[in-house]
């Protein structure tokens, strides 16, 4: 069935360093992903998006790669400062004419500092 | 703009009661996705209004259903509530096209006794 899975459930980073989140997905029909921050008692939050027909976008101190061949999709935080310690959700949505996401188990992203 | 607002944030109910969760969109949204979150299923997709009417239905049982009305709000209940409903339930808006970035409300949390 489709799935959307992390293969690391904790992340430990010392403040300063760079993290890399990862995710993979079942669906190869799916066009669109998107990653999310979910900070303790508040909804997930937007960071960064990507469609399948590129492999790697940039934001503000932030890269999402995507690699269709293995269907595997990555966040990388650079200079990772204590504020960015929260559960990270990556999604895809699978195509057609809906918004259905598919959510990943999230990664709990720790920053010591 | 003002983002998603979801009322009430907290809600406390007996088994056998139903409840009603509210969601404003952002302003020009017309497309509302429900999910909900528990720790053992993560995020699941509810369902999906868009212009008053159910685009996308998630894999949950007839006693969740939803509405959206002609201003874009949406309004979720629950029948017959159960201890397994207790969670985070989460909307979301995006733009008219399927598709395109979802944005979360803070949630409303419910506890089912």
């Known amino acids: 069935g489709e799935s959307v899975g992390l293969h690391l459930p904790t992340l430990s980073v010392q403040e300063g360093d760079n993290s890399i989140i990862n995710c993979a997905y079942s669906?190869?029909?799916?066009?669109?992903f998107i990653w999310y921050k979910q900070e303790s008692g508040k909804g997930p939050q937007f960071i960064i998006d990507i469609r399948s027909n590129m492999d790697k976008r940039q934001g503000q101190r932030v890269t999402v790669l995507l690699n269709k061949t293995v269907k595997h999709l990555s966040l990388q935080i650079a200079a990772t400062q204590p504020g960015d310690s929260a559960v990270y959700f990556c999604?895809?949505?699978?195509?057609?004419?809906?918004?259905?996401?598919?959510f990943g188990t999230g990664t709990l992203l720790a920053v010591q500092p | 703009k003002a983002g998603v607002t979801q009322t009430p944030r907290y809600l406390i109910k007996t088994r056998g009661q139903q409840v009603t969760l509210s969601c404003s969109p952002i302003?020009?949204?017309?497309?509302v996705s429900w999910y909900q979150q528990t720790p053992g299923q993560g995020l699941q997709f509810l369902f999906e209004?868009?212009?008053?009417?159910?685009?996308n239905k998630g894999n949950f049982p007839g006693r969740f259903s939803g509405r959206q009305f002609s201003n874009s709000r949406s309004e979720m209940n629950v029948s017959t509530l159960e201890l397994g409903d207790s969670a985070l339930y989460l909307c979301?808006?995006?733009?008219?096209?399927?598709?395109?970035?979802?944005?979360f409300g803070p949630g409303t949390r419910l506890l089912v006794l």
């Open positions: 302003s020009g949204h017309r497309s």
């Open positions: 979301a808006s995006s733009s008219y096209r399927a598709g395109e970035t979802q944005y």
């Open positions: 209004y868009f212009s008053e009417t159910q685009r």
């Open positions: 999604a895809e949505n699978n195509g057609g004419a809906t918004n259905k996401l598919i």
């Open positions: 669906n190869s029909a799916s066009d669109y």
